[in-house]
């Protein structure tokens, strides 16, 4: 299994971002897939998650209205929209995959770093 993100970087306040996660070795389509990120001095959390068929998505609060998980399963890949971020949003962005039905083991992206800096 592997997912690579991309997608990060420097972006004044106000200011929008696509990372994007490639994902191989596994059946994509048999995977949940979301989003997290680990800011400094933070626990990881959730940041958005979507089933496999783009059917459902969930969102955490604070990003909530602010972001949009979608993904392409001919691509193997897997996106999320962020707009009018703030500094609270710096952190390093994880891509991460559930795949079922064993379901039983996440697995992780090396990360992508999003800083917010005027």
């Known amino acids: 299994v592997q997912l690579v993100e991309s997608g990060g970087g420097l972006v004044q306040p106000g200011g929008s971002l696509k990372l994007s996660c490639l994902a191989s070795g596994f059946t994509f389509t048999n995977a949940v897939m979301s989003w997290h990120r680990q800011g400094p001095r933070k626990s990881r959390e959730l940041v958005a998650a979507?089933?496999?068929?783009?059917?459902?998505?969930t969102y955490a609060d604070f990003l909530k209205d602010r972001s949009t998980i979608s993904r392409d399963n001919a691509k193997n890949t897997v996106y999320l929209q962020m707009d009018n971020l703030t500094t609270e949003d710096a952190a390093v962005y994880y891509c991460?995959?559930?795949?079922?039905?064993?379901?039983?083991?996440?697995?992780w992206g090396q990360g992508t770093q999003v800083t917010i800096a005027s």
């Open positions: 979507i089933f496999a068929d783009g059917s459902v998505t």
């Open positions: 991460c995959a559930q795949i079922y039905p064993i379901a039983s083991q996440l697995y």
